[in-house]
């Protein structure tokens, strides 16, 4: 497993290790209006890739293919060596392999917190229930709420609940975590609390693909910025010749806009 | 400017408390005034000292209950088992309409529009004069089948209801993490609609013992078909009428009180 064995950079040329999200020549429509054209994107293990760019261009929804919330209409795409089709075998075998964190956190109301961590790991990787609440707890530690376990996800807040969300993903003990705007929906002071365990994540090696609006933790953790619009890859960069120079006017003047405050 | 006041003073005084209590009594004296000077001027005898014996009389052997509990106890194992088979097929039914099944969304389709455009009555009849022969079925079970087949369809769309009201997240988490399809019906949608579907099926149970009367034309023994037997050997329509009216009423509305306590106990989770 990739969680918990701190993987150091240096140690391991990004360029080298093996593709785990390829997307080719993808194309998605909803309806007669096209979501996405022609996106060639790859994330090499380990990497962690930022996706940004004007809201409506397309970038949840091709986070969203990867682990296939949404199917996508032309194209491939191989998650970890399965290529994701009508299978739902293997398209439930990506899912226990791709986290997600989503903007409105989709914690189970019903559940207490420690159920929530526990439920994917007892019900889908069929582990014990002591394993699973060790597991659990491990997890609530690494996202600095250990003391919440037995609450009920409408008395924390949203900071703490997107922790909680982040934590239930890590149970399933993931390859991959995408990230689906995590902060947007939360009061600005909680952003940060939420960063700093994204950033610890990103820290320990994991495979990250984020789609936010948080320049501040792209230029820190950020391998390669990806720009979208209108359903397309408009650039590619690594985050010090994205943010210093871009290449499409778009972008300096998506940058100019969200860097201003 | 006056007479404004004077009028809130008014619909002050005639919606409190005490004033309802009165008005309450007023109506229901009023009624029952009525019924008795009508029944009066067509010289009804009443006898409502020969209704208890229907209840329970008292021998040698102790209390022997009588026709009228064991009436409601048909009534009520009726009731039962309609409504256990009714929410297998209503959840069933509104499962096939949620899904991607085109063949299940069409047949879900189908049955709820045969069943809800026709008369529970002719429904009854159906079951026992044109399913009864085929399929060998005893009035009994066809009175079973009928009701649970009726009220399965309105329980089809409690059930959609209260699925479809469990927000879209949920299911994108849930398969998020892997599980399947009815993993995520049972541990995570089903739970959470329970609090939408409580006030709805609740009226569902109400009606399902309601409309079981209607097997008494048919000749199977529940409450109202108690009450005929009884009024056939006695004459004694209003008292009998009124007092299995009052049986039903007890009944269903033992059951709201319970339904209000549990959607009490199931709000309080979030």
Redesign the interface.
């Given at each position: 497993m990739v969680v918990g064995l701190p993987l150091p950079k240096e140690s391991a040329p990004l360029s080298d290790s093996p593709l785990i999200i390829d997307m080719r020549n993808v194309a998605k429509f909803f309806g007669p209006f096209q979501a996405l054209t022609d996106i060639n994107f790859t994330v090499r293990q380990g990497e962690r890739v930022v996706v940004c760019g004007p809201s409506g261009s397309g970038k949840s929804t091709m986070i969203r293919c990867i682990n296939r919330l949404e199917e996508h209409d032309e194209g491939t795409i191989t998650v970890d060596g399965i290529e994701l089709g009508e299978d739902t075998k293997d398209i439930r075998a990506v899912r226990q392999e791709v986290g997600m964190v989503f903007q409105q956190f989709n914690l189970f109301p019903h559940l207490t917190v420690l159920e929530n961590l526990t439920i994917g790991p007892i019900r889908v990787r069929k582990m014990d229930k002591a394993a699973a609440e060790a597991l659990g707890r491990k997890y609530l530690e690494r996202v600095h709420i250990p003391e919440q376990a037995d609450k009920y996800p409408s008395q924390l807040s949203g900071g703490q609940q997107q922790r909680v969300a982040i934590a239930r993903s890590l149970c399933m003990e993931p390859r991959i975590m995408l990230f689906d705007e995590p902060t947007s929906a939360l009061d600005p002071e909680m952003i940060s609390e939420v960063l700093e365990v994204m950033v610890e994540l990103a820290e320990s090696g994991m495979t990250m693909v984020c789609v936010t609006h948080e320049m501040g933790f792209a230029r820190r953790v950020a391998d390669r910025m990806v720009f979208m619009e209108a359903g397309r890859i408009v650039e590619e960069a690594p985050p010090q010749a994205f943010f210093t120079n871009p290449k499409s006017d778009r972008v300096r003047l998506f940058l100019d806009q969200v860097l201003e405050h | 400017m006056a007479t404004l006041r004077m009028r809130r003073r008014v619909m002050r005084l005639l919606t409190s408390r005490p004033a309802s209590i009165a008005i309450y009594f007023v109506l229901m004296w009023g009624l029952i005034e009525l019924a008795l000077k009508g029944a009066e001027a067509m010289g009804y005898n009443w006898q409502w000292y020969r209704i208890p014996q229907y209840f329970y009389t008292i021998g040698d052997s102790g209390i022997t209950l009588g026709e009228i509990p064991w009436g409601l106890v048909g009534t009520i194992t009726l009731s039962t088992l309609a409504f256990g088979l009714a929410l297998a097929i209503g959840l069933l039914v509104a499962l096939l309409r949620l899904s991607d099944l085109i063949v299940g969304r069409a047949v879900a389709r189908i049955y709820l529009e045969i069943v809800r455009n026709m008369p529970l009555l002719v429904l009854l009849y159906v079951f026992y004069y044109v399913f009864g022969p085929i399929f060998g079925l005893d009035r009994y079970s066809a009175s079973v089948l009928c009701l649970a087949v009726f009220h399965g369809a309105l329980m089809s769309e409690i059930f959609r209801g209260g699925i479809n009201a469990v927000?879209k997240?949920?299911w994108?988490?849930?398969?998020?993490?892997?599980?399947?399809t009815a993993?995520i019906y049972r541990?995570?949608i089903l739970?959470?609609s329970i609090k939408f579907m409580l006030p709805p099926m609740t009226g569902e149970v109400v009606n399902m013992i309601k409309s079981s009367a209607i097997v008494s034309v048919i000749a199977v023994v529940e409450l109202t078909t108690i009450g005929r037997n009884i009024i056939s050997d006695t004459y004694m329509s209003f008292e009998i009428w009124f007092t299995i009216a009052a049986v039903y009423m007890a009944v269903t509305l033992i059951i709201s009180i319970f339904a209000s306590y549990l959607e009490r106990r199931y709000a309080v989770?979030?």
């Open positions: - | 927000a997240g949920q994108e988490a849930a398969k998020s993490i892997g599980m399947t993993q541990y995570i739970p959470q989770q979030d």
